[in-house]
């Protein structure tokens, strides 16, 4: 993929997450604009409740590099004196 596409997609990307933010920043003014603290609160409660969720399923152990893919060094350890 050619560096201007993924510019491209990734201002486009930035466009959208900057229209969820104003429209759920308006949502939420006008809830409490005519007094619907209530359903404020139960959508409020919903939504840290998915937010758990996708953090309790996302799998965050695979972002580790196992061990074994790891370069090794010929270097000895600091600390332990090599054999000459």
């Avoid at 959208?16 to 604009?33: D, Q």
Wanted: proline share 5%.
């Amino acid at each position: 993929m050619s560096q201007r596409i993924r510019n491209k997609k990734a201002r486009r990307s930035r466009g959208f997450t900057y229209l969820w933010i104003l429209a759920l920043a308006v949502s939420t003014f006008l809830l409490i604009y005519f007094e619907q603290t209530s359903l404020l609160y139960i959508l409020a409660t919903l939504g840290v409740t998915v937010l758990l969720v996708v953090v309790a399923l996302a799998d965050l152990g695979r972002s580790e590099l196992p061990s074994d893919t790891m370069p090794m060094s010929n270097a000895p350890a600091p600390g332990v004196k090599s054999r000459s």
